[in-house]
């Protein structure tokens, strides 16, 4: 076994791509970037009251994307290039967060399920588009990147089947569209 388990002596430079460079540079502690962790992230709403925004802890978040359309134009005479981008629609994708069923966080959401529902169906009501913030944080909980939505509606909402001959935790599945989080 050798002694000196240096990375770039074991693995391409391609497979560690740049924390290979990283690495290899001297530099003080605590200067290396703060990486996001999947698992370390809130999930904040600004809530009707008399709910609080905080719609509790997420086990998974989906769906944190956006997508740039665009049309090719091609001139008829002109054989080479291969044309002229134009821009279209931005989309976003629908945000689905899930997680195990509990009293306090489960009880968050379906108040503020309730409110905005009882605000979509009153007579002249509409439904209400919020903001809701995605937080990332490093290991340590500190801030890696934010992401706030705009226009924020629920569009689902789902638990997991009960069985009775099985031993599983119930989930709970939140859809959550927007209009964008791009400025």
């Not at 008829?76 to 195990?100: C, F, N, Q």
């Not at 705009?150 to 089947?161: E, L, T």
Request: charged share 20%.
């Amino acid at each position: 076994m050798p002694v000196n388990l240096d990375p770039q002596q074991y693995l391409s430079p391609a497979l560690l791509g740049g924390a290979v460079a990283a690495m290899s540079s001297p530099t003080k502690l605590g200067s290396y970037p703060k990486f996001g962790m999947s698992m370390w992230f809130t999930v904040e709403v600004d809530a009707l009251p008399p709910a609080s925004g905080d719609l509790g802890h997420w086990a998974k978040c989906s769906g944190l994307q956006v997508e740039f359309g665009i049309t090719t134009i091609r001139d008829g005479m002109d054989y080479m290039s291969g044309g002229v981008l134009l821009p279209e629609r931005v989309k976003y994708s629908k945000i689905t967060l899930e997680r195990a069923m509990n009293e306090t966080d489960s009880r968050s959401l379906y108040d503020w399920l309730c409110n905005v529902q009882k605000n979509w169906m009153k007579p002249g009501g509409a439904l209400v588009a919020q903001k809701a913030r995605i937080t990332l944080n490093d290991a340590n909980q500190g801030k890696v990147m934010d992401w706030t939505l705009d226009g924020v509606v629920p569009v689902g909402w789902k638990c997991s089947a009960f069985a009775a001959g099985q031993g599983s935790i119930a989930l709970e599945t939140l859809e959550l569209q927007h209009e964008g989080f791009l400025r």
